[in-house]
């Protein structure tokens, strides 16, 4: 999630100094950046990802940044050795949309892979023992009881250098693996809506698409009803609400429409890729099985 101290955890692990971390309520990192370090002795690769509930990406563009990312990495034959996943213990509650957003990452992650998952807990000195004692119980039994279940491991992180790379050491023997959306988009040749992770986020934007519909019938109602009663401060703060409403129904068409054009664009490129391999077999007289 965004804020949960992504960046500010590599800067620790790897002890640099000019990683943009966020200090306001607005979301920080906006692309994906690698940062190299060496670990025991050994080359350490950090891949620092924006995160979900982004203030200024969508869900479907950073999962499509995430995408973008790992296939390239596939067919470069580069592999992970773990996923960091980090929670702020702070946060009082853990809200719809951040459980789904739970469910698209074990989806992209893939089952067998869980092993590889360490889920985090951040933020530590914001809250009582207490405090962060219940709220860790219930993430462990509630919304973390399936990748527990997948053999994922758990820990506490504080924001010390030592604790960064004692979590990051703790993945560093894994045998290197694919995510799942990976094998899905580079050896099944699926476009992105089609993966596991993409499907999720499809039915999001499906559901976010008629809730948005519904909210802004609403709204127009109560704008009209205002701008019969005459009150022009109330009526210009609804006309100000409403363009940004329409803004985010705007952003949702056009994220399920790249979406699609992404999936026609696959296929496109299979059938071309297809019809030369046919092209080349036929020009060496061999025949054809499909
Ligand atoms: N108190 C406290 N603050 C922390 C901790 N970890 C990170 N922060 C602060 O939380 C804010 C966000 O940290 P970032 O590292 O930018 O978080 P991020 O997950 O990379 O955020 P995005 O790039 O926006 O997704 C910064 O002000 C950090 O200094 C922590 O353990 N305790
Ligand atoms: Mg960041």
Redesign the pocket.
């Given at each position: 999630?965004?804020?949960?101290?992504?960046?500010?955890?590599?800067?620790n692990a790897t002890g640099r100094t000019d990683?943009?971390?966020?200090?306001?309520l607005?979301?920080?990192?906006?692309e994906i950046q690698i940062i190299e370090t060496v670990l025991d002795g050994r080359t350490v690769r950090f891949v620092?990802?924006?995160?979900f509930s982004?203030?200024y990406l969508s869900d479907t563009e950073v999962l499509e940044m995430i995408a973008d990312y790992l296939s390239a990495g596939y067919s470069k034959e580069m592999r992970l050795s773990g996923i960091i996943y980090?929670h702020?213990i702070?946060d009082n509650r853990v809200t719809h949309h951040a459980t789904k957003n739970l469910d698209m990452f074990r989806k992209l992650t893939g089952e067998k892979n869980l092993k590889n998952v360490i889920l985090a807990t951040?933020?530590?000195?914001?809250v009582t023992p207490e405090e962060g004692l219940n709220r860790e119980l219930e993430l462990k039994n509630k919304f973390w009881s399936i990748f527990i279940a997948f053999g994922a491991q758990y820990c506490r992180?504080?924001?010390s250098a030592k604790s960064a790379k004692q979590i990051a050491s703790m993945l560093m023997d894994n045998e290197p693996f694919y995510l799942e959306l990976q094998e899905e988009m580079g050896k099944d040749n699926k476009a992105l809506k089609d993966t596991a992770a993409g499907r999720e986020i499809m039915s999001q934007l499906s559901l976010l698409k008629e809730q948005q519909q519904r909210e802004l019938t609403e709204m127009k109602e109560m704008l009209l009803r205002t701008a019969a009663e005459e009150n022009k401060a109330a009526l210009a703060a609804l006309e100000e609400h409403y363009k940004k409403m329409m803004y985010g129904m705007e952003k949702t068409i056009s994220d399920e429409r790249r979406m699609n054009e992404e999936a026609a664009r696959s296929s496109d490129e299979k059938i071309k890729e297809l019809t030369e391999r046919i092209h080349k077999l036929e020009k060496k007289g061999s025949c054809v099985v499909m």
């Open positions: 999630m965004t804020g949960s101290g992504k960046t500010t955890f590599i800067a990683l943009k971390i966020g200090h306001n607005t979301s920080c990192t906006q620092d990802t924006p995160g982004d203030t980090l702020p702070s951040s933020m530590w000195d914001k992180q504080n924001t």
